[in-house]
């Protein structure tokens, strides 16, 4: 699978400990659906362990409907059972239920993305349960280098 050549042929040429990979199983934008997301992403992860990557990032089926956060039937436990190194989670996580998911042994880490880019310090907010700004969708992806990406204040920055 290509993939997985592309994962050997990299950790062959820095050392797996400094690879990581980040996969959408669910993801179905541009057509990239597939039939069986939950074989194919348990298949990615048990398939993984012979490189002994230094992580497994996966992002949750709940963002296949877009901004929408809410509970589906399928989870990413079957992948983060079958990988054998760290795991990662993402998708609609807020401080509270990031903490619940390691708390509970459904990952290792959780990555933020929509709240890290509204909240450029967004651990400190965290740690002082501070206010978070809200991200603005209509400044997504725009071609300003600077609009929607490093214009959102620091925690210094708000009143
Ligand atoms: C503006 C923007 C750009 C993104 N670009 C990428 C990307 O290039 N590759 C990717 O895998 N995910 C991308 N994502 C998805 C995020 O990495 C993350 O998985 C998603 O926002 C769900 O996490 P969240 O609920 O914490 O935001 C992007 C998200 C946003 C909002």
């Given at each position: 699978m290509f993939a997985l050549e592309v994962v050997e042929a990299v950790a062959n040429e820095i050392?797996?400990?400094r690879v990581g990979l980040r996969l959408s199983p669910y993801a179905d934008y541009l057509d990239s659906g597939d039939s069986d997301p939950t074989a194919l992403g348990v298949y990615m992860a048990e398939s993984l362990?012979?490189?002994?990557?230094l992580y497994c990032h996966m992002v949750e089926p709940r963002m296949k409907l877009a901004e929408e956060s809410f509970e589906m039937t399928e989870s990413l436990l079957h992948m983060r059972k079958a990988f054998k190194g760290t795991f990662i989670v993402a998708g609609g996580y807020d401080k509270d239920d990031g903490n619940k998911a390691v708390a509970e042994n459904r990952t290792d880490l959780v990555a933020f993305g929509r709240l890290f880019l509204s909240n450029p310090n967004l651990p400190k907010r965290f740690e002082l349960n501070a206010p978070l700004t809200k991200h603005d969708?209509?400044?997504?992806?725009?071609?300003?280098?600077?609009?929607?990406?490093?214009d959102y204040p620091f925690l210094e920055d708000t009143s």
């Open positions: 050392g797996a400990d362990n012979k490189y002994g990557i969708r209509n400044t997504y992806c725009l071609p300003d280098p600077v609009v929607g990406y490093t």
